[in-house]
């Protein structure tokens, strides 16, 4: 039994982009450093201002030393799913950027890192595992024990693992797990502006 997916797209797009979704139900199975090292090595491609690549993510793999200290940064309803995730991560941004000699404000440092994410995420559903994105975390004890370098700035925490098998989830976790939606372009797309002009 395949997991169902009522997601339809409106217009003609790419299947991976349906099926990147976001699970609360892992089997607990490791993320070999290898395999992760390939969805950040999509996001190494991301756009970004000047080829900043503003992007700095840290990782704990199961089963390490480093895997309580990510674990205890989430907060106590993500850790009580996330516990049996394959790999943590947490993103941040670097705020600055050098231009020339020069060391200036990074205006889209957000915006790049969020590309990053969605390429690490979208990577991870072609290698057959499912990412998380989380902001339900201490931001301000993982810049602290996770070393943030200055002019950084914490943006999301990620449960990386492979998601369970429909047929074996309970009838709480099938509705919980089933993928949601998304409104229509025609809510957030609109030619000429952003609003409708006045008068």
Known sequence: MTHPNPR???????????NRRSPRAYTGEAV??????????AARWA???YNSQPWRFAYAL?????????????VPGNQKWAKDAGALVILASNGMMKLGDELKPSYSASLDAGAASALFAL?????????????GFDMARAAIELNLPEHH?????????????????SEEQRVKETP???????????????????G
């Open 8 to 18: 339809q797209a409106d217009h003609e797009i790419d299947p991976l982009f349906l």
């Open 32 to 41: 070999p450093e290898a395999e992760l090292k390939r969805m950040f090595e």
């Open 47 to 49: 756009p970004s201002a």
């Open 62 to 74: 199961r089963d390490t030393p480093e895997w309580e200290t990510f674990l205890g940064l989430l």
């Open 123 to 135: 990577q991870a559903v072609r290698q057959g595992w499912l990412a998380h994105g989380m902001t």
């Open 153 to 169: 700035r914490i943006e999301a925490a990620y449960a990386v693992g492979r998601p369970i098998a429909y047929e074996d989830l």
């Open 180 to 198: 949601n939606g998304r409104r229509p372009i025609s809510d957030f797309v609109q030619a000429g502006g952003f609003l409708p002009r006045q």
